[in-house]
């Protein structure tokens, strides 16, 4: 869910995937992972790229937040 080519949000409930894969449209975005049971939130990454892949700790409730940078 979120908002086109500005926020995205992934949440994965029980599901406990070693990583995440987004195909998004070209620009620049802020990377966070979320864990919703401890509220934590960390930077992972602020990238250029359409396509990537980011490793996951393999918990349950965990989020992934992107959003683009404007600049």
């Known amino acids: 869910m979120g908002v086109p080519e500005q926020y995205y949000l992934a949440y994965f409930g029980i ?3 070693g990583r995440a894969i987004f195909d998004l449209p070209e620009g620049q975005y802020q990377v966070e992972v979320m864990d919703t049971w401890e509220m934590t939130i960390t930077l992972i990454a602020e990238i250029k790229i359409e396509k990537f892949q980011i490793e ?3 918990k349950p409730y965990m989020a992934v937040r ?3 940078v404007i600049s």
């Open 15 to 17: 599901h406990q995937p």
């Open 56 to 58: 996951l700790p393999s």
């Open 66 to 68: 992107v959003r683009r």
